[in-house]
């Protein structure tokens, strides 16, 4: 595995998650600027997750069929596009709709990426190369979260687009410079999608995606596992932005220093599921979360911020195990498998931004814990009990359910 792929790897997760939570640290500010709800603007974040949801399936399917780079290259210049225009908006309505349009190519660039993953690394070492991509996702989470809050605390919210804009464009050029192509992969997974087609269809068909039982399970967990994401770090910004801990805008947006634990523990993740399985992954995962998330309960600042690290970390790891568990479970259309996960990952998303409102409302913050520790035992209860035990690299000998 050679250290320019993987770098591109990184960037390639960086530039999915640059911008797609990036207004989480200014949702109290765009509340009073808008005079606005916590539901309202926390559409800013439900919009694209939503969105991303939407256009995942077809993203992954165009991918299989044009190519893994050239669909990566095309969505991050979309996205530096999108991110530019959102900084035009005059009204909520007008943000919301830009961030829609960033959800709607994101997939270009994760779905791809996974699918790259698996093409052109050993199965032995994809976990590895899925865990590299994880720390790109948490380095990106953190550097948009951050950049948007210090950028807004200095000058505007708009001013935040600008700047992610900027950056977005700086990571296309260096995807396009640095990112390899998938080559011969390729070749090979259009041979392997010609022998999957059923006679006189041109493409393959889903059905052997939806009688896979395993991965079918993994689109659950997946939903789980950003639920718990998206609800701690948005409704958070508003019980640390009121008394008594009453942090400014750039502080909110500091708080994402948190992710950076995520991005040093998760590559260790990745070899820790290569040698002991997937079921181990997500069980360390979901008890990391779990603890974090009951962490923050404790009424202090740095208890609520420890807490916030640890179950960043469980997120981060869970994800790196479930995407690394769909290419042990599929032979072919992976971009597809992982596109059609995304749809069900960020489902889980947009629950999470919306469902705990209604919760916040009337229990606060006890209230949106409680509702992230049954959701993160439902993911846990399904992983267990559908997820094979596998260990290792025999994992690439499993066989896809129904096939």
């Not at 893994?68 to 979309?78: E, P, Q, S, V, W």
């Not at 309505?93 to 690394?121: C, D, K, M, N």
């Not at 079921?279 to 916030?308: D, E, F, K, Q």
Request: charged fraction near 10%.
């Amino acid at each position: 595995m050679s250290a320019v792929p993987t770098f591109a790897v990184v960037l390639a997760g960086f530039a999915a998650f640059l911008d797609l939570y990036a207004t989480q640290p200014l949702l109290p500010l765009l509340a009073k600027t808008f005079g606005a709800s916590a539901f309202q603007v926390g559409l800013t974040v439900t919009a694209p997750t939503i969105a991303v949801a939407i256009a995942a399936p077809p993203v992954g399917r165009l991918a299989d069929r044009f190519g893994l780079r050239r669909t990566i290259l095309t969505a991050a210049m979309a996205l530096t596009a999108t991110t530019a225009l959102a900084a035009t908006a005059t009204s909520l309505r007008q943000l919301i709709f830009w961030r829609f349009l960033q959800g709607i190519v994101t997939p270009g660039i994760f779905a791809s990426t996974i699918a790259y993953i698996h093409e052109v690394w050993p199965a032995s070492r994809a976990g590895r190369g899925t865990a590299a991509y994880m720390s790109g996702t948490v380095l990106g989470g953190f550097t948009g979260r951050a950049l948007a809050g210090i950028v807004a605390a200095d000058s505007s919210w708009h001013g935040s687009f600008i700047a992610l804009a900027i950056l977005n464009g700086a990571v296309a050029a260096a995807l396009w410079l640095w990112l390899p192509s998938e080559g011969h992969s390729q070749r090979r997974g259009a041979k392997a999608r010609a022998e999957g087609a059923m006679p006189g269809t041109p493409d393959a068909p889903l059905g052997h995606l939806f009688v896979n039982r395993r991965l079918l399970a993994t689109f659950g967990v997946g939903f789980c596992v950003l639920f718990t994401q998206v609800a701690m770090f948005t409704y958070v910004t508003f019980l640390l932005a009121a008394p008594p801990f009453n942090l400014s805008t750039v502080a909110l947006g500091w708080l994402f220093v948190v992710y950076l634990v995520g991005a040093a523990v998760t590559p260790l993740s990745g070899a820790w599921v290569d040698r002991y399985g997937h079921r181990s992954g997500i069980a360390s995962a979901m008890a990391i979360g779990g603890a974090g998330a009951l962490l923050t309960l404790v009424p202090t600042l740095v208890a609520v911020v420890a807490g916030l690290a640890l179950c960043s970390t469980g997120v981060f790891i869970a994800q790196a195990t479930t995407s690394g568990y769909i290419g042990a479970v599929t032979r072919r259309d992976r971009a597809l498998a992982v596109g059609l996960y995304s749809t069900f990952y960020y489902a889980g998303g947009s629950a999470g931004g919306a469902l705990p409102a209604a919760v916040w409302a009337r229990w606060g913050w006890p209230g949106c814990v409680a509702l992230v520790m049954i959701v993160q035992a439902i993911g846990a209860s399904t992983a267990f009990t559908q997820w094979l035990p596998t260990e290792g690299p025999s994992r690439a000998a499993i066989p896809e359910a129904g096939v």
